[in-house]
């Protein structure tokens, strides 16, 4: 066994290896391929899946490291600029769950001044409501 590991340790010498483009590329690869299985059911996008995995095994066993570590590059400067937007779907997501988990004894509801989304009581009617962040007062009516 340390035979074959030290075998693939040469066999791995001098080639670029696993970076963060391959990694987004294996979790790309994973989406598509479940996607595929569950509703696409398409040759074409399998074929896809498979030229991902061809990149990725191409990209790994490459020894144009140079090109490699360009791509890789390009791939981290774009990753960075949509980390915002993915933490806001995130956030997006994790309130619909907390706005489900407390449907029965809050509310959440959008102050007009800051935008701050903010977690009431659930009590029907006219309430006025003081903004924890911008502390502004507003009114508000919950009906159901
Ligand atoms: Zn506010």
């Known amino acids: 066994m340390r035979n074959f590991f030290t075998k693939v ?13 391959n990694i987004g590329l294996f979790i ?16 074409i996008v399998q074929l896809v899946t498979y030229l991902i995995v061809a990149l990725i095994i191409f990209r790994c066993l490459s020894k144009n490291i140079e090109q490699r570590k360009r ?11 949509a980390k915002p937007l993915c933490i806001k779907i995130k956030d997006w997501f994790k309130l619909q769950g907390r706005k489900f988990a407390d449907r029965k004894t809050h ?3 959008k102050c007009p001044y800051c935008k701050a ?19 502004e007062d507003f009114k508000t009516n919950i009906r159901f």
């Open 9 to 21: 340790a040469q066999f791995m010498y001098g080639r670029y290896g696993m970076d963060k483009l």
């Open 28 to 43: 790309l690869w994973l989406v598509v391929n479940i996607l595929n299985t569950v509703f696409f059911r398409n040759w």
């Open 71 to 81: 791509e890789n590059d390009i791939f981290m400067f774009w990753y960075y600029k």
């Open 107 to 109: 509310r959440y509801i």
């Open 117 to 135: 989304t903010i977690r009431v009581p659930f009590s029907k009617g006219k309430h006025t409501v003081k903004c924890p962040r911008c502390s």
